[in-house]
């Protein structure tokens, strides 16, 4: 899920990131859906890594017999065979095999240099000591439901205005936060970051892993008062699913099964107290995604009802009062300023909510953000600016969890600054790049939270899918640093010979060196790096454009409001842009699938 303050966060402005969400007790090693451990020995892991290897080949050759996707640049990288990848890792059962196949992936979206990872996130965020029982998980997710705080009111911020309120719509961590206040799913992680039912009552699951039924919870309802069944469930499903919805998480229902009219398997019963769905292949993380937003469901009435629905599919939810479904409603809502939850009276496990109102500040100023924490205007605050990341740490209102998830950079690979390239010489060209990067600089001095310098997508801590950690060296995959664990090194010990490398790879893509090992005036380098407003979000500009000018890069920074910024971004409106992603679920996949070419989260544009 992208990460709204991209040097916010780093520069203490991070989001919790729950996959981009995570419990505040749980540790980056546990997976919150844990996933079934299996002894399999190198031999084996090999074996079967050898067997998948063959039948992806077939189907990235099918793939680009059919002429379906192609990149627009000539030195964009082809992408049929990434694509072909995915779907056999979706449908692989066999986990040694499809750890492998995840490897396989890494490898071919690292090996384009369009992805510069920069840090893996942790979280952090300021607590009145008079507020309790908030709580986060690993991808990002806070809770405010079930707070407690003097007079039965809370004061927060988490982000300034929100891009989008419609759960299948939204694709930031701020967003899914909201998402969590006003919404329910069939399922939810509790204080301990542990998957638990919502608003199922409890579920079956076939023998072959394949078939689930849940079983709804009596007397739901919507906030209007209306009936909430599995129907609603149903609708939400095929809507996020269905390609007019434009939802960018729409490939996540990729691991169900589809009609021929290319609708979902899924089916209410018609008293709408159960509701069916059925996969295509075993999917260990298939809870978690009943648990992640895009699959809340919302009111068809309200959704169709809307005005402007014809042209917006979430112009239901643009304004205060919407109908919602979860432990509090929208009431009001001053666009860039404030918003106003409060109790929602039918909601199902009402009487587990103290709290009456949730005040929202919206604002990504963190001066003003941190002065009204400080004043008591605000009693949590999500964003923690440079210059008070020090103050903040000797505080004891200050936490630290972790998260998974990589802050990272990104490069648009159909950008005309790779125009005359070949794709190798597009991408020694961005690699370049990304060896010039003092990552530790960028850390200790603007992220100032103790982060690890990163050298992959799949950050630290992220389960392998049968019971290790995906990034790490073993006799089954061993990365192409190894004693980095990475796909180079970022230490400081390694940054003069990374900046040699960078020249002699710049030399190799046809650009010439004066005797100062500047680029020369005859072959320069000419990039902007696309950024949402923020302090942080600046600083880290100002930090790669630093490291750039070493060799005579020169970058120019250009900032936008958060919303433009998404939809330029999105769009392929840029160089080099300023990224951020949180997990999902606790699964390598979640990383992986979102690079296919029809993903709405495919912001480096492969393929495309």
């Given at each position: 899920?992208?990460?709204?303050?991209?040097?916010?966060?780093?520069?203490?402005?991070?989001?919790?990131?729950?996959?981009?969400?995570?419990?505040?007790?749980?540790?980056?090693?546990?997976?919150?859906?844990?996933?079934?451990t299996?002894?399999?020995?190198?031999?084996?892991?090999?074996?079967?890594?050898?067997?998948?290897?063959?039948?992806?080949?077939?189907?990235?050759?099918?793939?680009?017999?059919?002429?379906?996707?192609?990149?627009?640049?000539?030195?964009?990288?082809?992408?049929?065979?990434?694509?072909?990848?995915?779907?056999?890792?979706?449908?692989?059962?066999?986990?040694?095999?499809?750890?492998?196949?995840?490897?396989?992936?890494?490898?071919?979206?690292?090996?384009?240099?369009?992805?510069?990872?920069?840090?893996?996130?942790?979280?952090?965020?300021?607590?009145?000591?008079?507020?309790?029982?908030?709580?986060?998980?690993?991808?990002?997710?806070?809770?405010?439901?079930?707070?407690?705080?003097?007079?039965?009111?809370?004061?927060?911020?988490?982000?300034?205005?929100?891009?989008?309120?419609?759960?299948?719509?939204?694709?930031?961590?701020?967003?899914?936060?909201?998402?969590?206040?006003?919404?329910?799913?069939?399922?939810?992680?509790?204080?301990?970051?542990?998957l638990?039912?919502?608003?199922?009552?409890?579920?079956?699951?076939?023998?072959?892993?394949?078939?689930?039924?849940?079983?709804?919870?009596?007397?739901?309802?919507?906030?209007?008062?209306?009936?909430?069944?599995?129907?609603?469930?149903?609708?939400?499903?095929?809507?996020?699913?269905?390609?007019d919805t434009?939802?960018?998480?729409?490939?996540?229902?990729?691991?169900?099964?589809?009609?021929?009219?290319?609708?979902?398997?899924?089916?209410?019963?018609?008293?709408?107290?159960?509701f069916?769905?059925?996969?295509?292949?075993?999917?260990?993380?298939?809870?978690?995604?009943?648990?992640?937003?895009?699959?809340?469901?919302?009111?068809?009435?309200?959704?169709?009802g809307?005005?402007?629905?014809?042209?917006?599919?979430?112009a239901?939810?643009?304004?205060?009062?919407?109908?919602s479904?979860?432990?509090?409603?929208?009431?009001?809502?001053?666009?860039?300023?404030?918003?106003?939850?409060?109790?929602?009276?039918?909601?199902?496990?009402?009487?587990?909510?103290?709290?009456?109102?949730?005040?929202f500040?919206?604002?990504?100023?963190?001066?003003?953000?941190?002065?009204?924490?400080?004043?008591?205007?605000?009693?949590?605050?999500?964003?923690?600016?440079?210059?008070?990341?020090?103050?903040?740490?000797?505080?004891?209102?200050?936490?630290?969890?972790?998260?998974?998830?990589?802050?990272?950079?990104?490069?648009?690979?159909?950008?005309?600054?790779?125009?005359?390239?070949?794709?190798?010489?597009a991408?020694?060209?961005r690699?370049?790049?990304?060896?010039?990067?003092?990552?530790?600089?960028?850390?200790?001095?603007?992220?100032?939270?103790?982060?690890?310098?990163a050298?992959?997508?799949?950050?630290?801590?992220?389960?392998?899918?049968?019971?290790?950690?995906?990034r790490?060296?073993?006799?089954?995959?061993?990365?192409?640093?190894?004693?980095?664990?990475?796909?180079?090194?970022?230490?400081?010990?390694?940054?003069?010979?990374?900046?040699?490398?960078?020249?002699?790879?710049?030399?190799?893509?046809g650009?010439?060196?004066?005797?100062?090992?500047?680029?020369?005036?005859?072959?320069?380098?000419?990039?902007?790096?696309?950024?949402?407003?923020?302090?942080?979000?600046?600083?880290?500009?100002?930090?790669?454009?630093?490291?750039?000018?070493?060799?005579?890069?020169?970058?120019?920074?250009?900032?936008?409001?958060?919303?433009?910024?998404?939809?330029?971004?999105?769009?392929?409106?840029?160089?080099?842009?300023?990224?951020?992603?949180?997990?999902?679920?606790?699964?390598?996949?979640?990383?992986?699938?979102?690079?296919?070419?029809?993903?709405?989260?495919?912001d480096?544009?492969?393929?495309?």
């Amino acid at each position: 899920m992208k990460k709204k303050y991209l040097a916010f966060l780093l520069a203490a402005s991070m989001v919790v990131g729950t996959l981009a969400g995570c419990g505040s007790s749980t540790s980056t090693t546990e997976s919150s859906a844990a996933a079934e451990t299996t002894v399999e020995s190198a031999a084996e892991s090999t074996a079967a890594a050898e067997s998948t290897e063959a039948s992806t080949e077939a189907a990235t050759e099918e793939a680009a017999a059919s002429g379906e996707h192609g990149p627009s640049s000539e030195a964009a990288p082809a992408w049929e065979d990434y694509d072909a990848r995915i779907d056999q890792i979706r449908a692989e059962t066999d986990l040694a095999a499809r750890e492998a196949l995840m490897h396989e992936a890494e490898d071919e979206l690292m090996s384009t240099w369009a992805i510069m990872p920069l840090y893996y996130y942790n979280d952090v965020y300021m607590q009145s000591q008079d507020v309790d029982n908030i709580y986060a998980n690993l991808y990002g997710y806070k809770y405010f439901a079930f707070a407690t705080a003097p007079g039965n009111t809370l004061s927060l911020q988490i982000a300034s205005e929100p891009d989008k309120l419609d759960p299948a719509l939204n694709s930031t961590v701020d967003g899914a936060c909201l998402a969590i206040l006003a919404f329910s799913g069939l399922y939810t992680y509790d204080e301990n970051g542990q998957l638990v039912p919502d608003l199922a009552e409890s579920v079956e699951e076939s023998d072959d892993a394949m078939t689930y039924t849940f079983t709804m919870k009596d007397g739901l309802m919507w906030s209007d008062g209306t009936p909430l069944t599995a129907a609603d469930v149903e609708y939400s499903w095929q809507r996020l699913a269905n390609p007019d919805t434009g939802a960018d998480y729409s490939y996540l229902a990729d691991v169900i099964a589809k009609n021929d009219d290319g609708t979902l398997q899924v089916e209410a019963s018609e008293d709408g107290k159960t509701f069916t769905v059925q996969l295509t292949a075993p999917c260990p993380y298939f809870l978690d995604l009943c648990a992640f937003p895009a699959f809340y469901p919302v009111p068809q009435a309200a959704v169709e009802g809307a005005d402007g629905y014809a042209d917006n599919p979430g112009a239901w939810c643009t304004e205060a009062g919407f109908v919602s479904s979860g432990p509090f409603v929208c009431t009001g809502w001053t666009h860039n300023e404030s918003m106003t939850y409060e109790k929602n009276p039918n909601y199902y496990n009402a009487d587990a909510v103290t709290l009456e109102r949730i005040d929202f500040m919206l604002s990504d100023d963190d001066t003003a953000v941190w002065n009204a924490f400080m004043d008591g205007s605000l009693q949590f605050i999500d964003s923690i600016g440079t210059d008070n990341m020090e103050t903040a740490k000797g505080m004891p209102e200050y936490h630290n969890i972790p998260t998974l998830g990589t802050y990272y950079a990104g490069f648009n690979v159909n950008s005309p600054i790779f125009d005359g390239k070949t794709v190798q010489q597009a991408a020694d060209m961005r690699k370049a790049m990304n060896l010039l990067v003092d990552r530790q600089y960028i850390v200790d001095t603007i992220a100032q939270a103790d982060q690890e310098i990163a050298n992959t997508f799949i950050p630290t801590g992220m389960s392998d899918g049968h019971g290790g950690e995906f990034r790490a060296n073993d006799d089954a995959y061993t990365y192409p640093d190894e004693a980095a664990v990475g796909y180079f090194d970022p230490s400081p010990e390694a940054y003069d010979a990374n900046v040699e490398e960078a020249r002699t790879l710049l030399e190799g893509a046809g650009y010439e060196f004066d005797e100062n090992g500047m680029l020369s005036a005859d072959t320069p380098i000419n990039l902007t790096y696309l950024t949402n407003e923020g302090t942080g979000n600046v600083a880290i500009g100002e930090a790669l454009q630093q490291d750039f000018a070493v060799i005579g890069i020169n970058l120019t920074i250009e900032t936008r409001e958060w919303s433009v910024f998404l939809n330029e971004r999105k769009d392929g409106q840029f160089d080099f842009a300023r990224e951020g992603w949180i997990a999902d679920y606790n699964d390598p996949i979640n990383m992986l699938e979102m690079w296919t070419t029809n993903s709405g989260n495919n912001d480096m544009q492969f393929g495309r």
